[in-house]
């Protein structure tokens, strides 16, 4: 099964200005909330690196981090912000589906990146990254948030959602798939979500966003 088929690096330049005004800054505002399950000296894989901000915050924090992406020109903007700051940061240009380092993290970290495939990609995907993760380990994900109440909130995400779904499809980013339901997803591979807090884009709880932490069972 392959996973090198969504590369973002003709979007590098302007990943972070799109995404900021898509969701009113809520997609930078998950991964800002992410430091807080980060501690010093923990080692931290990022599967994907995207605009490198929350990478950089890790390692200000003392975190060790790794960053793996297919798009070189994504690690070339994270690694010029590392340089800035004479700051470190393995960077890995791959397919993060083939990464079997040595020893375990203590975290890893996938913001909006299990969304690009289909569901059955994203299930074996998920599989492995939990894989990656020690045993009392964390996984933090951020996402589209699924519908909260009835089948108004959903026809709302789904007004949200599904055109930028449709768009970044056609333009080879991603599969056309529907908003993952994260803890169905990743309690068989044995974890355990600890906290989701959303991130509503207006007023309301729909849409949203939402910043996700699951523990690995000791």
Known sequence: MRFDSYSYRSIARVYDFLAAVYSRGQIGATKRMQIDSIQTGNRVLY????????????ARFGARVTSIDLA????DRVASRFAREGLSCEMICGDVSSHKP????????????????????????????????RPGGKLLLTDFA??????????????YYRPINWIAWALGFCALHPILDYERLLEPMGFRIHSARRFPVLIG?????????AERNP
């Open 47 to 58: 599967a994907g690196a995207g605009a490198g901000s929350e990478i950089l915050m890790a």
């Open 72 to 75: 070189q020109e994504m690690l």
């Open 102 to 133: 040595d020893e375990l993290y203590d975290v890893v970290v996938v913001n909006y990146f299990l969304n690009l495939f289909d569901l059955e990609h994203a299930r074996v995907m998920a599989r492995h990254l939990c894989s990656l993760v």
């Open 146 to 159: 699924r519908p909260s109440g009835g089948p108004i909130a959903a026809l709302i995400c789904e007004v």
């Open 205 to 213: 709880a729909n849409p949203a966003y939402v910043s996700i932490v």
